[in-house]
């Protein structure tokens, strides 16, 4: 049974540091790895998309990393800004599969 | 092109009634998902659908139940509702092939509340 775990829970930094989010899973046969941002009773808006077959993807300050084979992911934020604060969620779809494995997420608070 | 909708947005039940959700997927998107969040559990899958048929389901109890209807969009039931169904439920649209193959689309969810 595929688990996804996200560390830290908890993160506050001031406003202008880069930060790293992880997230590690168990099971390497995934096919997607998808980082989603939640603000506070919101849905989830989708962030990046890495295929397993790719090792990073990158959009605007946002850069996410995967390493298959040992599990990890990790998404890098820089210059963090008050309006990066949220809760950041990694999860992963198996081949064939719809189904996401979420992570319990890790809440990042941007203090200007 | 418009996001998921869900309705209604907030729901307020008691125990033992029956509760149905509701959720269109992005234009052209048959693949729906849904999944109930609470903060103890986080994020968990419930159902699949796909052209009119449940794909996959996950680990909950036979009182949750769904369906999807030929343009799409998708309800699922809750009945005999208890308080620890109290949560947000969240619906997700996928495209069948094309560059977002498998990324999926939250909605804005539904705050169920049971008491």
């Known amino acids: 049974k595929q688990e996804v775990t996200q560390i830290p829970a908890a993160l506050s930094v001031p406003e202008g540091e880069n930060l790293v989010l992880n997230c590690s899973f168990t099971?390497?046969?995934?096919?997607?790895l998808q980082w989603f941002r939640q603000d506070p009773g919101k849905g989830l808006t989708s962030l990046l998309l890495?295929?397993?077959?790719?090792r990073e993807q990158t959009s605007g300050r946002l850069n996410a990393s995967l390493d298959k084979s040992s599990g990890r992911s990790t998404l890098y934020i820089a210059a963090s800004q008050p309006g990066d604060s949220a809760t950041y969620l990694c999860?992963?779809?198996?081949?064939?599969?719809?189904?996401?494995?979420f992570g319990k997420g890790t809440k990042l608070s941007v203090i200007p | 092109k418009a996001g998921v909708t869900q309705t209604p947005r907030y729901l307020i039940k008691t125990r033992g009634q029956q509760v149905t959700l509701s959720c269109s997927p992005i234009?052209?998107?048959?693949?729906v998902s849904w999944y109930q969040q609470t903060p103890g559990q986080g994020l968990q899958f419930l159902f699949e659908?796909?052209?009119?048929?449940?794909?996959n389901k996950g680990n909950f109890p036979g009182r949750f139940s769904g369906r999807q209807f030929s343009n799409s969009r998708s309800e699922m039931n809750v009945s005999t509702l208890e308080l620890g169904d109290s949560a947000l439920y969240l619906c997700?649209?996928?495209?069948?092939?094309?560059?977002?193959?498998?990324?999926?689309?939250f909605g804005p969810g539904t705050r169920l509340t049971v008491t």
């Open positions: 997700a649209s996928s495209s069948d092939g094309g560059p977002d193959y498998y990324e999926q689309y």
């Open positions: 099971d390497s046969a995934i096919y997607n």
């Open positions: 890495i295929q397993s077959s790719q």
């Open positions: 999860a992963v779809n198996g081949a064939g599969s719809y189904q996401l494995t």
């Open positions: 234009s052209g998107h048959r693949s």
């Open positions: 659908y796909f052209s009119e048929t449940q794909r």
